[in-house]
C-alpha cells in the first residue's frame, strides 16, 4: 500500500491533513491523536501502512 493510498483513506474516515513536516503528513481527527503518514511518492510502504492505520483506528 502506497502513502498516498492510506492518506486517501484516512480522508475517508475523517481525517484532515494539518501540516506537512518534511516529509512527513500528519493528519489529525477530533478526540484522536495525531497520526503521521511518511511520504515518499508511490514506494510501498509495506508493514508501516498496516500500523498507521491500525494507530488511527482503521481496520
Known amino acids: 500500500m502506497t502513502a498516498r ?7 475517508v474516515y475523517g481525517w484532515v491533513l ?8 500528519v493528519f489529525v481527527k477530533v ?3 495525531s497520526v503521521s503518514v511518511p511520504f515518499h511518492g508511490n514506494k510501498d510502504i509495506g508493514h508501516l501502512a498496516k500500523k498507521i492505520l491500525k494507530e488511527a483506528g482503521i481496520e
Open 5 to 11: 493510498e492510506i492518506m486517501d483513506k484516512l480522508k
Open 18 to 25: 494539518d501540516r506537512i513536516n518534511g516529509s512527513h503528513h
Open 31 to 33: 478526540g484522536c491523536r
